[in-house]
């Protein structure tokens, strides 16, 4: 079975303050790892994908795999940058379908 | 419209109702998905059609009836629901092969009485 865990529920950080969102998988194979972000009152949207290893509104997320991590970072905090965000794997699960496994997500408060 | 549509937007109904819920992609996308996402728990997806064929069912009570017509449409039909299928209900798509991405929906904010 596959498992994604943010452990924190909240995280506050001041404006142009570093941000580290944590995440951690559990899975058995090779893992595709995804975050996604939901603004307030914006429908849930991609971010970005470790395959791609892109830099996406100032984020990156590298996958760590002997660690079974794939934090999200951005140097500098901005006040949009305040919003709900999930990691996601996708893996095969038991039934041998590929799933998509979402964290119980993070909401991140960037204060001024 | 482009991108993924879900009406109505907002929902209130009594136990004893039946409503259905709409989605429609205009992405070309071959996968249609249900997920719920309420403030107690994490997104936890409901069930998966490709090919207008549904290919899983995560052990939704039956009182949730999905349909898929076409690969552009997606329903969710509710009947006799409880208290606690308060929540919004998302509707994505995606490409089969296209792992992990998913476009979603605005939602469909439900309110049982």
């Known amino acids: 079975a596959q498992r994604v865990t943010q452990p924190e529920k909240l995280l506050s950080v001041f404006k142009g303050a570093p941000v580290e969102l944590k995440c951690n998988y559990s899975?058995?194979?090779?893992?595709?790892l995804f975050w996604y972000v939901q603004y307030s009152r914006q429908r849930l949207q991609l971010l970005l994908r470790h395959i791609s290893r892109e830099s996406i509104k100032g984020f990156t997320a590298d996958l760590n795999k002997g660690e079974t991590s794939f934090h999200l970072k951005k140097p500098f905090a901005q006040e949009e940058d305040s919003a709900m965000y999930y990691c996601?794997?996708?893996?095969?699960?038991?039934?041998?379908?590929?799933?998509?496994?979402f964290g119980s997500g993070t909401r991140l408060q960037v204060q001024p | 419209e482009t991108g993924v549509t879900q009406t109505p937007r907002h929902l209130v109904m009594g136990m004893t109702n039946k409503k259905s819920l709409k989605c429609e992609q205009h992405l070309g996308h071959n996968a249609m998905y249900w997920y719920k996402q309420s403030a107690k728990k994490p997104l936890e997806l409901m069930f998966v059609?490709?090919?207008?064929?549904?290919?899983e069912n995560n052990s939704v009570p039956s009182r949730f009836s999905p349909e898929c017509p076409n690969s552009s449409h997606l329903f969710l039909h509710l009947h006799t629901l409880q208290p606690e299928d308060s929540a919004l209900y998302l509707c994505a798509s995606s490409q089969e092969d296209q792992r992990g991405t998913r476009f979603f929906g605005p939602g469909t904010r439900l309110t049982v009485l």
């Open positions: 059609y490709s090919l207008e064929e549904r290919v």
């Open positions: 899975y058995s194979g090779s893992p595709e």
């Open positions: 996601a794997l996708s893996g095969l699960s038991d039934t041998g379908r590929r799933a998509l496994t």
